[in-house]
């Protein structure tokens, strides 16, 4: 009951008064390439407003994530060499990570690198899964994985002394993010990141996934969820997140891959599946330096 | 079908193809030849692997590959050298792939303590407890307690309380109690230094005098911790 309680509490604040609204560039961006008629130039004029975003844009076109063959020097020839739908991707990275800077971190233990490396690399792996499960095309696996914990910068945000109880609690008491939080909140990053989302109108599946990565029976839209879950375990196991959320585990064990076996009705080789994923590592750390790393401009 | 080639002109071929490391080639030598690569061809694989100016996970990977397979293991001092540069690398990640997949005894560890223990401190500093504990658990060697402890004292100093928690529970070494009371000294001076200047200073101190009693579990002494006030709706 008291637990019930705090979490109308928490929801009521979040969603009357602070809920961030999504960044202009990517919602301005979004509603151009919507369109399947529209110019590379219109495209690239809409970007070039914003100088350290085209910077950013040629830095990660040119990392090994995103198979680096040749240098990239314009803006034209990464719209061509990304395609649309990447460079929705990475705007909406670019576009989160300036969002939530972290400037005034109440919280010495907080490393907002360490965040986003999980959230880029869940993204990244989700897509990754998608390519070599050889899935249907779907846009959704990468942004739910990128913001699947999207709901933990706004517990971070406005509750910080909140965050630092629920992360001694996880370590000293053994337990996962969601129930420490559930513990002292009331409610999980997932339900909080789930409203996020719908408050920013992303797909259905994209809001499944980002509520119920964590307990994926309950979900509506599987084949992502499963996804999403898959490769957040495996970004927690490769160390690509706050250390207090690094585990443990047989990833083999997750649910996540009976679900993704149902959902797809394919047969899934889990050591390769893993393989794969493992040979990723480097180049995911490497784009989430340069997504990092300052701009001049 | 069985490779007919056989001694002489049969290592020699395999010398040829392991120093150049063309390791799918070898892996169907092997299989299909009735006689395996000498442990000296093999063992001088591995010399020139190490001695070669690659990257240092380059070298780690041949080793490895060879490893697998030879089947032969490489001398002590060629493993001695490859755990030291897997120590030195961001996470225990490649040692525990080198550990697996070279498969040596541990005990190698207590013969290269200084690295590892250079390790420790590294990971101390950077709050990689997962890692300290993970490298326990890898080497059996246990990081000097004048490690921990200066990682504690680092921690309380920058307010690092969850890396403090962090480091308690995966090592299972307690704060030295004289610190932890040196500390408690300090944030309760700064507390008082701030009570009746800066509301925002002393609540913080008081905040660390309480988080600190949370987590070490150690009572202060000679100081009166003010009573908690009830906490706002939300924290900003």
């Known amino acids: 009951m008291a637990k019930d309680k705090d979490k109308d509490k928490v929801l009521d604040y979040l969603l009357k008064k602070q809920l961030p609204t999504l960044p202009t560039i990517f919602t301005e961006f979004s509603k151009l390439v919507s369109n399947p008629f529209v110019s590379n130039k219109k495209v690239s004029d809409l970007i070039m407003k914003d100088q350290a975003m085209v910077v950013k844009i040629l830095r990660l076109c040119n990392s090994a994530m995103y198979g680096k063959r040749q240098e990239i020097k314009n803006l034209t020839n990464a719209i061509t060499y990304l395609g649309l739908e990447t460079l929705k991707n990475i705007i909406l990275q670019i576009a989160l990570v300036r969002m939530f800077r972290f400037e005034h971190n109440k919280i010495p233990d907080f490393n907002p690198a360490a965040f986003w490396q999980h959230s880029i690399s869940t993204a990244y792996f989700s897509n990754i899964m998608e390519k070599t499960l ?15 914990d999207i709901g933990k910068v706004l517990v971070y945000q406005f509750y910080p002394g909140k965050f630092e109880e629920i992360v001694l609690m996880q370590i000293e008491d053994e337990v996962h993010d969601y129930q420490a939080e559930t513990e002292i909140l009331g409610v999980d990053h997932a339900e909080i990141g789930g409203i996020l989302a719908e ?7 994209i809001i ?27 970004s927690k196991k490769a160390g690509l997140c706050f250390p207090w959320d690094e585990k443990s585990f047989d990833i083999k064990t997750s649910g996540g891959w009976q679900m993704l076996m149902e959902e797809s009705k394919m047969h899934i080789d889990v050591d390769h599946t893993i393989l794969v994923l493992t040979e990723e590592n480097e180049a995911v750390k490497e784009a989430v330096k340069e997504l990092l790393a300052p701009v001049k401009t | 079908m069985t490779n007919q080639a056989s001694g002489p002109a049969l290592q020699q071929k395999y010398k040829e193809i392991i120093n150049e490391k063309r390791f799918t080639e070898l892996a169907k030598l092997v299989e299909s030849s009735k006689e395996k690569p000498a442990d000296y061809i093999v063992r001088m694989g591995y010399k020139n692997y190490m001695e070669e100016p690659q990257g240092k996970k ?14 032969i293991n490489p001398e002590k001092n060629i493993i001695k050298e490859a755990c030291e540069i897997s120590l030195n690398m961001d996470s225990p990640e490649i040692l525990e792939a080198l550990i697996k997949r070279v498969g040596f005894d541990k005990s190698i560890f207590k013969e290269i303590q200084p690295a590892v ?7 101390v500093a950077d709050g990689k407890f997962v890692d300290v504990s993970k490298l326990i658990e890898l080497t059996d060697v246990i990081p000097s307690e004048d490690i921990i402890q200066k990682g504690y004292e680092g921690y309380l100093e920058e307010a690092k309380f969850i890396s403090f928690a962090g480091l308690k529970k995966r090592t299972n070494i307690p704060p030295d109690p004289d610190m932890v009371q040196s500390m408690y000294r300090k944030y309760h001076f700064n507390y008082l230094k701030y ?3 800066s509301t925002e200073q002393s609540t913080e101190w008081l905040e660390r005098l309480k988080k600190l009693m949370r987590i070490s579990k150690i009572e202060p002494q000679g100081i009166t911790i003010e009573e908690e006030e009830p906490l706002p709706e939300h924290d900003n």
């Not at chain 1, 050889?134 to 699947?148: A, D, M, T, V």
């Not at chain 1, 408050?199 to 599946?205: A, G, S």
């Open chain 1, 134 to 148: 050889k899935l249907r095309h779907n846009e959704n696996f990468y942004i739910g994985g990128l913001l699947h």
């Open chain 1, 199 to 205: 408050k920013w109108n992303f797909d259905k599946e």
């Open chain 1, 208 to 234: 499944d996934a980002i509520q119920y990565h964590h307990s994926l029976l309950k979900s509506r839209s599987s084949l992502v969820t499963a996804v999403v879950n898959i490769s957040n375990l495996f």
């Open chain 2, 58 to 71: 380059v070298k780690l990977f041949y080793i490895m590959k060879l490893k697998e397979i030879a089947g």
């Open chain 2, 117 to 123: 223990q250079k390790t420790y401190t590294d990971y």
């Open chain 2, 195 to 197: 009570k009746n200047l």
